[in-house]
């Protein structure tokens, strides 16, 4: 799986560097199918479900799920979520990170910066021995600290061979509850954290996810397998901890 994640992480960098005002959404799926095809992957998210793109493209209240599309041109102040993965020998990865676009509100700087907080905290407690609720608390305890809402209708997954697989990996729980974690497992930790309630709305086209209150949204997610030595991010590069700082 680390071809896979390394490839996912690699398209989401590009992806994330090219998120700048003037672009459409459809341009960036478009260079996304691009990079992952070059290198002999195939786009995991195109076709899946029937979801038309290589990329997710979910901009300020879209929370996930946004279909890229000509119509969409980012603009100056815009944070884009962008969810990606690539398919390689059979394997998938999976991750994403909301990229601010041009010159973004301190509120939004703010918001990105937590929900990267929580993700790297729900990182840290996959691991042997712990549950999956250790995962949601530390994701959780973070966000709700800070006055935001978690979405609760959208979790993250386990993964492999299929892009969703067992368990569920919720962005909230309590400590010591939940399914125990096991060396071997590979889970896509992803928190979805809105500015203001956790409340959504499931738009009409079946795919597309707002915030109902229509604050805007975050959205970061690495695949990580759980080692005896601790958790392995898979889905990076390397020398970039990160996809992309702006």
Known sequence: MREAGRLSAKVLRIVGEHAKPGVSTLE?????????????????????????????????DQIVHGIPSSK????????????????????????????????VSEEKKKLLRVTEQCMWAGLDAARAGNRLGDIGYAVQSIAEGEGYGVVRELVGHGIGREMHEEPNVPNYGHRHLGMKLEVGMVLAIEPMINCGTRNVRF????????????????????????????????????????????
Do not use: Q
Request: aromatic share 8%; proline share 7%; charged share 25%.
């Open 28 to 60: 960036l799926d478009e260079l996304a199918e691009e990079t992952i095809r070059a290198e002999g992957g195939i786009p995991a998210f195109k076709g899946y479900g029937g979801f038309p793109g290589s990329i997710c493209a979910s901009v300020n």
């Open 72 to 103: 969409v041109a980012l603009r100056d102040g815009d944070i884009l979520s962008i969810d990606t993965g690539a398919t390689v020998d059979g394997w998938v990865g999976d991750n994403a990170w909301t990229y601010p676009v041009g010159k």
């Open 203 to 246: 738009m009409p086209d079946g795919w597309l996810v707002c915030t109902r209150d229509g604050k805007p949204s975050a959205h970061f997610e690495k695949t990580v397998a759980i080692t005896k030595e601790g958790p392995v991010v898979l889905t990076t590069e390397p020398d970039y901890r990160c996809p992309v700082s702006k």
